[in-house]
């Protein structure tokens, strides 16, 4: 089994910065990727950016020029850095490890409120 934990989200003003974080605990073996999704009230959940072991990076269009993924693999832990906050931004965000050789397993955390008003 995988644990994931997410932390660092909260209240933000417009323009703000953030930086949530995702450890992995556990099973951590064959693991393709980790990954930050999204989801906002009566939206359906939607994918950020995820970052692989070697460190490939991939955003979604909306986001690529805000937000950054980066990775620690000694702590098994991936972080997501968002700059100029928007209202839009709010949602919760959920990290997601995906791992396996044959078939992949998706495992996700149990999300993290980001909020952004003034």
């Known amino acids: 089994q995988v644990q994931l934990v997410e932390s660092g989200g909260g209240l933000v003003q417009p323009g703000g910065s953030l930086r949530l974080s995702c450890a992995a605990s556990?099973?951590?073996?064959?693991?393709?990727?980790m990954g930050w999704y999204r989801q906002a009230p009566g939206k359906q959940r939607e994918l950020v950016a995820t970052i692989t072991g070697g460190g490939t990076t991939n955003y979604a269009e909306p986001v690529k020029d805000r937000f950054t993924i980066s990775g620690d693999n000694s702590k098994h832990t991936v972080y997501l850095t968002i700059d100029s906050l928007k209202p839009e931004d709010t949602a919760v965000y959920y990290c997601?490890?995906?791992?396996?050789?044959?078939?992949?397993?998706?495992?996700w955390g149990q999300g993290t409120q980001v909020t952004v008003s003034s």
């Open positions: 997601n490890l995906q791992k396996g050789i044959s078939v992949i397993y998706a495992y």
């Open positions: 556990g099973s951590i073996v064959s693991v393709y990727s």
